[in-house]
């Protein structure tokens, strides 16, 4: 944080006995608050991560300045991702030998918290292609690791395209691979295919006709097959490209083969609730901005100015209080999960255990505490705080949103039934209709 009087006495004006105190109504302008904590607190952020934020967060304040206006407009942000993209911002994991930046897995997250308070679209968009780096760095075949490494070193960016909007039984895809003219060509159509719009190369998942169950195949977006429609239309988290992907005898560049670890699904899942910690933190700042400037106040208060009214003061802590805890509990998953990956005692079902494990206790917490965090923004501002010019309502809009992907509600459930049970969470299968042959769970639910 840079001020703009750098000789400025912080401990005197925060002294209340000391005779050069000040007290915020005898300024015009808002007062410099001296930050005491870390911009992402928690353990391991060190001289590495610091070296780091320190390249990316000149392009995260740059991408703040114009996050509100496109969001009101509607305007992909395809040049914000470009400035991303020219500090190789996907080769974060790589190896610097690699053409990377050697981060850690807790670094990468850690910034993605910083970039969604900038912008939660730009966050979520990366989804796909943080999954797809960890799983290349991890391929035993080194022909298929070295290719990917050096697209993804020199900017290449992977999008995903796994969900049918519908039509399809549970566990199975229409999507699929066929072998034309000695080479194989996926047909099909895809939604929800977050950030595809905005990549070079995305994840296809497909059914095979040789081989059961479902299949990763990687193609072009480039390609004249693939069509890409902007037609996500929730309301929220609208500029991440979500929506439709239509593919038409596309080759098919690489398969990815199966990773017997296969923490994907927990780190989409961590994410998402990177993108929430990061709209709370975004909400915090409206918050507190907009308590220091307001001189109207309500009838029914206690006759103080509001950002000395004990009750908004007491709104604006809970909510630092919320986004405290929901950083600590995201950098706090990331950390088992980044620990896992690395703990050669720990056999494959039980490292894909602690990986799931850890996303979903995160989930279940840190969703509704951002959400909730998220409305109280408005108890202590009144009814002038909903006007659409100031568009505070888009950090509810865009956490409740988030929280509906891959349901918290059911992923308590599975917490607790291996806390009690000792069942170990499932493999990602692939979202379907459901049909009396695909229902199999005779435990309950929806």
């Known amino acids: 944080m840079s001020f703009d009087n750098a000789n400025m006495d912080f401990n005197a004006l925060s002294d209340p006995t000391g005779a050069s105190a000040r007290n915020l109504d005898d300024h015009v302008e808002p007062v410099a608050?001296?930050?005491l904590l870390k911009v992402t607190p928690g353990p391991c952020a060190d001289e590495q991560y610091e070296r780091l934020a320190a390249i990316f967060r000149p392009v995260f304040a740059q991408i703040a300045d114009g996050t509100n206006e496109r969001e009101q407009l509607r305007q992909l942000p395809f040049e914000q991702v470009g400035w991303l993209n020219r500090e190789r911002f996907g080769a974060l994991r790589l190896p610097v030998d690699a053409g990377g930046h050697g981060a850690r897995l807790s670094d990468v997250f850690r910034l993605l918290i910083e970039l969604a308070e900038a912008d939660s679209h730009i966050a979520q968009l990366w989804r796909a292609h943080i999954a797809f780096t960890e799983h290349v760095l991890r391929l035993e075949d080194e022909a298929l690791r070295k290719k990917w490494i050096a697209r993804i070193a020199s900017g290449?960016?992977?999008?995903?395209a796994y969900t049918e909007k519908g039509g399809n039984p549970l566990g199975t895809l229409n999507t699929a691979v066929s072998e034309v003219n000695g080479r194989w060509v996926v047909n099909g159509e895809k939604y929800y295919c977050t950030g595809t719009i905005f990549a070079d190369w995305t994840t296809v998942a497909v059914s095979h006709p040789q081989r059961p169950g479902r299949h990763i195949a990687v193609v072009s977006t480039q390609h004249s097959g693939v069509k890409i429609i902007d037609d996500w239309d929730g309301f929220g988290q609208q500029l991440t490209g979500t929506g439709t992907t239509e593919f038409s005898n596309v080759p098919v560049d690489s398969f990815m083969p199966e990773d017997p670890i296969d923490p994907e699904a927990a780190i989409f899942q961590l994410v998402l609730l990177a993108?929430?910690?990061?709209?709370?933190?975004?909400?915090?700042?409206?918050?507190?901005?907009?308590?220091?400037?307001?001189?109207?106040?309500f009838s029914t208060g206690t006759g103080v100015p509001v950002h000395q009214e004990p009750q908004v003061l007491q709104l604006v802590g809970e909510v630092s209080g919320a986004v405290f805890a929901s950083d600590a509990?995201?950098?706090?998953a990331v950390l088992e999960v980044e620990a896992a990956l690395a703990d050669s005692n720990l056999n494959d079902h039980e490292r894909f255990a602690?990986?799931?494990?850890?996303?979903?206790?995160a989930?279940?917490?840190?969703?509704?505490?951002?959400?909730a965090a998220t409305n109280k923004l408005f108890d202590g501002l009144g009814a002038s705080a909903t006007r659409a010019s100031f568009n505070f309502d888009r950090h509810w809009r865009n956490a409740r949103t988030i929280a509906t992907h891959n349901p918290a509600v059911y992923?308590?459930?599975?917490?607790?039934?291996?806390?009690?049970?000792g069942v170990q969470p499932k493999r990602l299968s692939v979202t379907g209709e459901l049909t009396s042959t695909s229902h199999t769970n005779t435990t309950g639910g929806f």
């Open 363 to 371: 989930q279940s917490v840190v969703q509704p505490m951002v959400i």
């Open 33 to 35: 608050v001296r930050q």
């Open 411 to 421: 992923k308590s459930r599975i917490v607790g039934d291996y806390e009690i049970n």
């Open 275 to 297: 993108v929430q910690a990061g709209i709370g933190r975004s909400a915090l700042n409206d918050m507190r901005l907009a308590v220091q400037s307001r001189t109207r106040s």
């Open 156 to 160: 290449h960016i992977v999008g995903n």
């Open 354 to 361: 602690v990986c799931e494990l850890a996303a979903n206790r």
């Open 329 to 332: 509990v995201v950098m706090g």
